[in-house]
């Protein structure tokens, strides 16, 4: 899926460029994005380093743990696949909270760690289990309790009500995680029902 | 409002005394433990980067063609017959592809229909509510080297098509249309 998606986003984009006479301006984008790659990873370091040491700690004490048997009740419905307290439980449950309050920097060292769990798990390794498809769709609809970016960007555009869009804000995301969820849940049997009898 | 704000303000110094705390009460070495941890996120970032750097390949030169205005030309007819304004439909294409060009694109929305018009109101919402599918994809897979994401990717689309949908609804009923 994601092959084809690459390799469409690319041709489409090479042959729209050459036929409108932007070959160079493709060009230099391309190794622009190249070079811009290194430097969103090399500024990614720092916090997952951060991060990764903390949740390190919180789960030879216990914490993380402690935080799944919370959540467990929860997530349940939604992560079938994970044991009781299982340390993916507490690493998701850190992330939904880090996207919660928006903290960009937080979530995606959090994300990557509940994956590493997730991916203990996994018969395949090389093929997504039910549990990440359903943990990547819950970040990818991300519900934050204050959108602080786009609130900021009102304001420098001298809104006169910056924060009022929190509302259908929530509305959307909420409507958009719903979707979502009940997407990946119906995929997931299909699936299912679908690969049962070549197996047989 | 405010306490709404300092939720998010004074979130990571609480996570960080709690983790800290517990970790020395429970008889936790932190300090060595951090670092064996924090040498873990050092790989992980090593791992992410062929992703990172083919995916933001691929999205610059899509964005610098110019391919997106063909596919907003394409997608006017039906957007405009579901409500969604034609002013802010490069903004629902361009969301899930790249964070920070939609920023731009909201940014320049804003200024040029202004924050509180209701192409304004619909471009934060949508911008508000879904996440960069693609990168978020590309970072969390290829951290663990999955290959085969199945059907993630259509239930990712799934919700950020409703967000788009919604947004444009939602503002229309609650700021209406000015």
């Keep these: 899926m994601l092959d084809y998606i690459w390799f469409g986003l690319l041709v489409l984009g090479f042959i729209v460029g050459i036929f409108s006479g932007r070959a160079e301006t493709v060009t230099k984008a391309a190794i622009d994005s190249a070079s811009g790659a290194v430097s969103v990873g090399i500024g990614l370091l720092g916090v997952m380093c951060l991060w990764t040491g903390m949740m390190a700690i919180a789960e030879k004490s216990g914490l993380v743990q402690r935080i799944a048997g919370l959540a467990r009740p929860v997530l349940k419905l939604l992560f079938p696949g994970l044991a009781r307290r299982h340390p993916a439980l507490g690493a998701i449950v850190m992330n939904l909270v880090a996207n919660f309050l928006g903290l960009g920097n937080a979530a995606t060292p959090l994300g990557i760690k509940a994956m590493n769990e997730l991916q203990k798990l996994n018969p395949k390794k090389d093929t997504a289990t039910d549990d990440m498809s359903m943990f990547l769709v819950l970040n990818t609809a991300a519900v934050q309790l204050v959108p602080a970016t786009v609130i900021a960007l009102r304001s420098a555009a001298g809104s006169l009500n910056p924060a009022e869009i929190t509302v259908t804000v929530w509305i959307a995301s909420i409507s958009a995680t719903l979707a979502g969820v009940t997407a990946a849940k119906a995929l997931s049997a299909l699936c299912k029902s679908g690969f049962r009898p070549k197996r047989r | ?178």
Excluded: H, Q
């Design chain 2, 1 to 178: 409002m405010d306490m709404i704000k300092n939720a998010s303000v004074y979130a990571i110094p609480v996570i960080f005394l709690l983790i800290l705390c517990t970790g020395i009460y429970k008889g936790v070495k932190v300090f060595d433990v951090f670092v064996e941890g924090a040498k873990e996120g050092l790989a992980t970032v090593i791992r992410i980067l062929p992703s990172l750097v083919g995916l933001l390949v691929a999205i610059g030169v899509f964005r610098a063609s110019g391919a997106l205005d063909l596919i907003v030309f394409a997608a006017a007819p039906v957007a405009s017959a579901l409500g969604i304004p034609a002013e802010a439909l490069p903004l629902a294409f361009l969301r899930p592809i790249s964070g920070s060009a939609s920023l731009a694109l909201v940014s320049d929305i804003l200024k040029a229909y202004g924050p509180d018009s209701f192409i304004g109101r619909v471009a934060s919402t949508m911008m508000g509510s879904t996440e960069t599918i693609f990168y978020t994809l590309t970072v969390y897979f290829g951290a663990v080297g999955i290959k085969n994401i199945r059907y993630t990717l259509i239930a990712a689309l799934a919700a950020d098509a409703v967000s788009v949908l919604v947004s444009s609804m939602a503002c229309r009923y609650i700021f209406g249309i000015n």
